[in-house]
């Protein structure tokens, strides 16, 4: 709402000035004085910060007075002199809400702008009021294209920050989707996340046309940042501990299938998470009855390696945790089995990706093979879907039965079940 007052008389006051300095001289003084509020929030206590500024057109004054905001001054007296447009109190009135309305900083942070203008003979004096909603100007920090916001966002994230604001001049919300970015670094980092966080963006202005914003992220996390960490540093102790069990296994031979490596260190780490980690089968079947998923260890790479009870997702990450150490390429499934929820992951052996989820074999005392290096065409047979859109896992020549294992005992018939 823009409130407008009336023009003041100042002949009295005129004429105590001529009379202090000695003698008249003649002056026009208009002073019009109009207010822009564009939302409400409690009123914090300010200093008043005066700075002399200069303008000559539209898009200087308009400048002038968002560096004003930016830099959190209260008043700013602003000369204007020559100016090219017209300076009157309907002009400045619609320049102040235009700011306050599309200008992302004044959005984000002011809670009212109004000016004070006086005109001597052909220059003017705009003195420009602000107020802001909060007492400290929040941290802003600058990105630029899907990289820096990427930087951005997972910066904040590996520190466990509950809030990031940044400003980006060309911001897609199609293109620059910060869940997604969230989900991603979730998925790629199986040691950090002992923990999903709630995200709540907003954007100003919430204009979804305009290309320049200012985004306030909220990360929610359920347990306190110095938790997580230490929760980070037990699940990255744990894995170093496994790995230094981890056999010595013999050099290709140059004439052999490409990826044997790969495929018996893909195997160990399937064998032996098996062997370490318990099926959470209360959390599953609750959450199977209930259809919602819960928080808690048993979905992260924490609870599979440090507390040994996982459901799907926990075996899934920690499955990731331990290739990404041993520098096999793998990657999270978030489908489905029968419609229910199940995650696994797709691994990379030589030229071929293969399916596996051994948090499927991990049913009994000895792991079985049913969800073992699978392609596309069997894991949809194994009523496994949802992995759409992902690298294509073609018939490759890798399964349990020629991967050699080192002297482990031969598997058990695969059979499956959900």
């Not at 303008?55 to 008043?75: D, F």
């Not at 997702?313 to 331990?322: N, Q, S």
């Amino acid at each position: 709402m823009t409130r407008f007052g009336k023009a003041l008389p100042l002949a009295a006051l005129t004429a105590l000035i001529c009379l202090l300095f000695g003698g008249c001289f003649s002056f026009l003084w208009e002073r019009e004085v109009y207010e822009q509020t564009p939302h409400l929030a409690q009123q914090a206590e300010e200093v008043f910060i005066s700075e002399e500024l200069q303008a000559s057109n539209e898009s200087e004054l308009r400048e002038t007075i968002i560096n004003a905001i930016r830099n959190r001054l209260t008043e700013a007296e602003i000369d204007i002199v020559n100016y090219s447009g017209q300076m009157t109190r309907e002009a400045v009135s619609i320049l102040l809400s235009d700011i306050s309305n599309s200008e992302p900083i004044a959005d984000f942070t002011v809670r009212s702008l109004w000016g004070d203008l006086q005109r001597v003979v052909s220059s003017y004096i705009l003195t420009i009021n602000i107020r802001y909603l909060t007492e400290e100007q929040p941290a802003i920090q600058t990105a630029s294209g899907a990289m820096g916001l990427r930087t951005r966002i997972t910066d904040a994230l590996l520190a466990y920050q509950p809030r990031l604001t940044f400003e980006m001049r060309y911001y897609d919300t199609e293109s620059y989707d910060p869940e997604e970015i969230v989900r991603a670094y979730y998925d790629e980092n199986p040691a950090w996340s002992a923990e999903m966080p709630s995200l709540t963006i907003s954007l100003y202005p919430s204009d979804i046309e305009a290309p320049h914003r200012i985004a306030d992220l909220n990360f929610a996390y359920q347990t306190p940042p110095g938790v997580l960490l230490k929760k980070k540093e037990l699940t990255e102790s744990r894995a170093e501990e496994l790995l230094s069990h981890l056999p010595e296994f013999p050099a290709e031979d140059p004439g052999e299938e490409p990826g044997r490596r790969e495929a018996q260190l893909v195997r160990w780490i399937h064998d032996t998470l098996c062997e370490t980690v318990v099926h959470d089968e209360d959390t599953y079947l609750r959450e199977v009855n209930t259809g919602e998923k819960e928080a808690g260890d048993a979905h992260t790479a924490y609870g599979a390696l440090v507390g040994e009870s996982a459901v799907s997702e926990g075996y899934a990450m920690a499955f990731k945790l331990l290739c990404g150490l041993l520098n096999v390429e793998c990657r999270i499934v978030r489908g489905q089995i029968d419609g229910v929820g199940h995650t696994w992951n797709l691994v990379r052996i030589g030229e071929f990706w293969y399916h596996i989820s051994a948090g499927l074999d991990d049913r009994g005392p000895t792991p079985v093979y049913a969800a073992f290096l699978l392609s596309d065409e069997e894991a949809g047979a194994r009523r496994m879907s949802g992995f759409e859109g992902l690298p294509s896992a073609l018939p490759g020549v890798w399964s349990y039965e020629t991967i050699p294992a080192l002297g482990a005992e031969e598997p058990e018939e695969a059979v499956f079940t959900s």
